[in-house]
């Protein structure tokens, strides 16, 4: 497979897990294969080379969700632990309806919201830029990889306080440091990508008489993309976690501030109620990305 | 289309020891057009660095290549180039993929899809239009690369070991395939190959080359019948065909060996 050829020095654990994933989510692993024997169309193979038995996975990962709902349920009923330590669901809940009606609900997800946006978006402009550079000028990216690989390990929310002190109390630290935490995966794999694509296709470039950007968009871009797009993944983990987590620290609003204001004020209940529209929140993007890669690396799949 | 003529040509690299390592050394032979030649040798003799020489791809540290009137100096649209490797690109489907040459080429959407499904049909993938390389076999693939290349209706066909690394039914039976597409469109084959059977299967002419430094040492012109089936394997020419360029190539490899072990 073109994606398993890659800079052997560039290894950061996170990195690697994401090449796994890609490769897994590539379907490379060639199975014996009969020369032209016709390979199986259509949703009826598929779901006849099915090997695992039971319901749909879908359908079982929701099933989870709601074995946990009920043990929550249960659990707050039988009075296994205390409501200082998670209020029974119904509380949260009426508690949640009611956050909804007031603007500072709605303020705190919008400013949420806004920066892991802008987050994502600077990091994947930047990172792909700072990809592309590193991969164009191998000698720069040498002397800056020891660095990037060992950011990668830096938590940067212990610079957030000086640079409040720096910037001011608003949503920018928030937005400059989460960015920078949200740009080193997206740079590295970007890197990596384009490192491995296969040295076939710049053959294959060459003989077809493509040019420089030709060979880049419609050969090299395409061929990274499985790798790139584990990089866009962690870039979108990063914003959320980076934005959330500075705004629970020090922040004039958002979420994160929302969750240890409650806190402070011992209102349980609407702490977990914005715990809960945090992990909604995070499984709405996760959902969105998932797609967006099936879209983009699907057809290429075996299976 | 047009013949090869390859004038002297010599290819010398830099050693890991720093000494020259002479690959190629005073290469002279002319292609006719539209013949299938085919060269065979042991593995570092240079072969493979002959056909990136006359694609283009590499510039040879003496001499030239000619192909037609002109000289050869970079990669061209009318040199076609089949890799060992599989080169479809798994994001296109097999027609995406037969287009794509094409398309970069500037040929008009019409064009592009009409010469796409002509040769999807020359190399037997009728049925496999909309499918994406990762659905298809390892011999379905490099059909994919060869129905390709032709799309661009080049005037040499140069494969470096294209089958090399199919199994050997798959060998068979593809080849066969390229020996009736080459017969049909009269294309200039130069083909690469360590497996005598299927140069000999293949080919009008063969050269033997040498280990390092790589020259031609036998030019072999195959005297078979021009359908040639799997029967001819047996027959009393084959085998002496077959004898005389082992023969050959038998002294080099054991050479090759030796060197490489010192």
């Given amino acids: ?303 | 289309m047009s013949g090869i003529a390859i004038d002297n040509v010599g290819m010398e690299f830099t050693g890991t020891n720093g000494a020259p390592l002479v690959a190629l050394d005073g290469i002279e032979q002319r292609i006719e057009d539209g013949s299938f030649v085919s060269i065979v040798g042991p593995s570092g003799c240079g072969k493979s660095t002959l056909l990136a020489i006359v694609s283009g791809l590499q510039r040879p540290t003496g001499g030239s290549v000619t192909i037609g009137d002109r000289v050869v100096t970079k990669p061209d649209p009318r040199i076609g180039v089949i890799f060992q490797e599989d080169s479809t690109l798994p994001w296109r489907t097999v027609l995406g993929n037969v287009k794509f040459g094409m398309a970069i080429a500037g040929a008009s959407k019409e064009h592009q899809e009409e010469q796409a499904r002509k040769m999807i049909e020359l190399v037997g993938l009728e049925g496999f239009e909309d499918a994406y390389p990762a659905k298809l076999s390892g011999g379905m693939r490099q059909r994919v690369a060869i129905a390709r290349t032709l799309a661009l209706e080049p005037e040499v066909l140069l494969m470096d070991e294209p089958f090399g690394a199919l199994d050997p039914q798959t060998r068979l039976m593809i080849g066969a395939e390229v020996r009736r597409i080459w017969q049909r469109t009269g294309t200039t084959v130069m083909f690469v190959t360590h497996d005598i059977q299927e140069a000999l299967m293949l080919s009008q002419e063969i050269w033997v080359m040498s280990y390092r430094p790589g020259r031609i040492l036998d030019c072999v012109e195959v005297s078979l019948p021009e359908d040639r089936g799997l029967e001819s394997v047996g027959g009393h020419d084959f085998a002496e065909l077959q004898s005389r360029i082992w023969e050959h190539i038998r002294g080099e490899v054991t050479r090759g060996m030796e060197r490489s072990r010192a």
């Fill in chain 1, 1 to 303: 497979m073109p994606d398993d050829v890659i800079a052997p020095r560039l290894q950061p654990a996170e990195v690697v897990e994401a090449e796994a994933e890609a490769a897994a989510s590539t379907g490379e692993q060639t199975l014996p294969r009969k020369e032209d024997a016709p390979p199986t169309h259509g949703r009826a193979a598929r779901g006849a080379r099915r090997r695992d038995a039971g319901p749909p996975p879908a359908l079982a990962t929701a099933g989870i969700l709601v074995a946990l709902l009920l043990l929550w349920i249960a659990g707050s009923a039988l009075e296994l632990w205390s409501s200082n330590v998670l209020p029974p669901p119904a509380d949260v809940g009426s508690a949640l309806v009611e956050l909804v009606q007031t603007g500072t609900f709605w303020q705190a997800v919008r400013i949420t919201v806004t920066e892991i946006v802008a987050v994502f978006a600077a990091a994947l402009v930047i990172g792909f830029g700072l990809g592309m550079l590193f991969w164009k000028a191998p000698y720069l990216g040498r002397v800056c990889e020891p660095y990037l690989v060992s950011f990668y390990a830096v938590p940067f929310i212990v610079f957030y306080p000086t640079m409040v002190v720096i910037i001011g109390l608003n949503s920018w630290p928030i937005i400059v440091l989460a960015t920078v935490m949200a740009t080193i995966p997206m740079t590295l794999n970007t890197w990596i990508g384009l490192a491995g694509v296969s040295h076939v296709f710049w053959k294959l470039a060459a003989v077809l008489g493509c040019g420089r950007r030709q060979t880049i968009f419609r050969i090299a871009i395409p061929a990274a993309a499985p790798i790139v797009l584990a990089g866009v993944r962690l870039a979108l983990i990063y914003s959320l976690i980076g934005s959330v987590s500075m705004e629970f620290l020090l922040a004039p609003n958002g979420l994160g501030y929302q969750i240890r204001y409650q806190y402070e004020l011992f209102h349980q209940n609407e702490m977990v109620a914005y715990v809960l529209v945090v992990f909604m929140l995070a499984g709405l993007l996760a959902i969105t990305i998932a797609a967006m890669e099936g879209w983009v690396l699907g057809r290429r799949r075996s299976s």
